[in-house]
């Protein structure tokens, strides 16, 4: 019978990650991203971009404020990779089908924990704001992991 140790031992390095200088795996990157800050702002629909080539998973924290009338997020995604910028590739509305909510209008977490979003190229929050006095406030994070 022959030695296969070296292809198991091979095979528990490629699939656990398993560094051996620490006995310990390799972690997955995580990045952080404040998107969006706004006090105060203009009636106008806004588009933040998330950049999901390399990275499987999204969470999207959504802290939103109409002050005298409405804010309304939604949620697009993009497959187009054909080096088109961002802002001009075609998106579809992800909301419903990823998140379970056509729109959101309060505070929310958004989680992909599933990785429903990992084949997108970008992930687009389009945020509406249509307040009387210009009063609206809303803060939009990422966080995006391996």
Do not use: H
């Not at 030695?3 to 990157?29: D, K, V, Y």
């Not at 599933?114 to 970008?122: E, F, H, N, Q, V």
């Amino acid at each position: 019978m022959k030695n296969t140790w070296p292809i198991i031992a091979l095979a528990f390095i490629l699939l656990t990650g398993f560094t051996g200088s620490n006995g310990n795996q390799t972690q997955p990157e995580v990045q952080y991203k404040l998107l969006a800050d706004v006090t105060d702002g203009t009636d106008d629909t806004y588009a933040y971009y998330v950049d999901m080539k390399y990275f499987s998973n999204v969470g999207i924290q959504l802290d939103l404020d109409g002050g005298t009338g409405d804010i309304t997020a939604t949620i697009e995604a993009t497959l187009q990779d054909d080096g088109t910028v961002r802002g001009s590739c075609a998106y579809v509305d992800v909301t419903e089908a990823v998140f379970g909510a056509a729109t959101f209008t309060a505070d929310a977490m958004l989680l992909d924990d599933t990785g429903a979003l990992a084949l997108a190229r970008y992930v687009k929050v389009k945020i509406l704001a249509a307040s009387t006095d210009n009063d609206a406030d809303w803060t939009v994070r990422a966080r995006i992991r391996q």
